[in-house]
């Protein structure tokens, strides 16, 4: 009997569009264990926007990274987002299961800014225990272009894959958050990942994901800002970028950047704090993702906000096997692996 409560190792694999990461988690032991690493360079212009231009390409860089990481399973937990994901706390007449999933397709059309209903996944949570005395339910509505989904299964396919479980970004980010910070899931508090071409704001309430917003500000852009206005390469931009020496070039452009984080962490919790309680205020942020490791970012960024910005760390509290982060470097690598983490801590 004991054979059959065992559970795999899950896999977490986190496509950006400038890295692959795989993680492996073994949950058999209680706590789950960070089995193994595997982080893949993608090509220039291989993923656009969100959207793969060459399928080819990304599908061996996958393959890549799974050999890096030793998985020999087909199975993965995979992800969605952008701006055809939606997440929003909303509140709902109080139903029986049975009938919330139709109530729920009647609310995503008054909440959700998609035009064709019919053409989006949806799936929703109840936030609050039953109150009898309550006609109200806070709900959690979370909506997904099916065309979104349907071509992560392709490319997945085309890597000779198969997911077990496509979960949203912003619940795979909170899962590996509130593992490594559980000190943090009380008020309200901003987890801003940076990426390559993207920056996803998710905003935290009490320890539930109830917003997102993704802004078109990642490295990318950095590395743009600093080959043309400072004269650098792109291969000096980037070294600088992903380096641990604070350079006035990088000063220089750093501003305006998180200037624009800045204000996407503030429009995205406007709403929420306008319907709060008096006195509530965002709490915290805290950084992951590639730009996390930006030398000074996380400085000027707490400056303009006015509040603690810290990065974040999704090894903080995992337990690590030996020989799991072989040949990587843990400082470098860490900021990346905060989205494959908290894939890999879904078990089946």
Not at 86 to 113: D, F, G, L, T, Y
Not at 259 to 264: K, Q, S, W
Request: charged share 25%; glycine share 8%.
């Amino acid at each position: 009997m004991a054979l059959l409560g065992r559970r795999k190792p899950t896999v977490g694999l986190d496509i950006g569009s400038g890295l692959i990461k795989a993680v492996v988690i073994d949950h058999s032991k209680g706590e789950p264990e960070l089995v193994k690493v595997g982080i893949a360079p993608l090509s220039t212009d291989a993923i656009v926007e969100g959207e793969v231009m060459d399928p080819g390409i990304v599908a061996d860089a996958i393959r890549d990274c799974l050999a890096m990481a030793e998985v020999k399973t087909k199975e993965v937990v995979t992800a969605v987002g952008g701006r055809d994901v939606i997440v929003k706390k909303i509140q709902a007449e109080r139903v029986n299961e049975r009938e919330a999933r139709e109530v729920m397709r009647w609310e995503a059309q008054q909440h959700v800014p998609f035009e064709d209903m019919d053409a989006v996944e949806l799936d929703f949570q109840v936030l609050d225990p039953y109150d009898e005395t309550n006609s109200q339910m806070s709900v959690l509505l979370v909506a997904a272009k099916r065309d979104l989904v349907e071509a992560k299964l392709r490319l997945l396919s085309e890597a000779g894959l198969s997911p077990s479980i496509v979960d949203v970004d912003a619940f795979a980010l909170h899962n590996a958050f509130e593992l490594n910070y559980p000190d943090a899931m009380n008020g309200i508090v901003a987890l801003v990942n940076i990426g390559h071409e993207v920056t996803n704001i998710n905003v935290l309430d009490d320890g539930i994901p109830v917003l997102t917003r993704d802004i078109a500000v990642g490295t990318r852009r950095l590395r743009e800002d600093l080959q043309r206005e400072r004269g650098l390469t792109a291969e000096d931009a980037s070294a600088l970028i992903s380096g641990y020496d604070r350079s006035p070039h990088v000063d220089a452009v750093l501003d305006a950047r998180v200037e624009e984080l800045a204000v996407g962490v503030e429009r995205a919790v406007a709403f929420l704090l306008s319907t709060a309680k008096a006195g509530t205020m965002l709490r915290s942020v805290y950084t992951c993702g590639g730009g996390a490791r930006t030398p000074g970012l996380n400085d000027v960024f707490g400056r303009r906000m006015r509040i603690p910005v810290e990065q974040a760390n999704p090894l903080a509290n995992l337990q690590i096997r030996s020989g799991a982060l072989d040949a990587l470097v843990v400082d470098e690598v860490a900021p990346l692996l905060m989205l494959p983490v908290g894939l890999a801590l879904r078990s089946r």
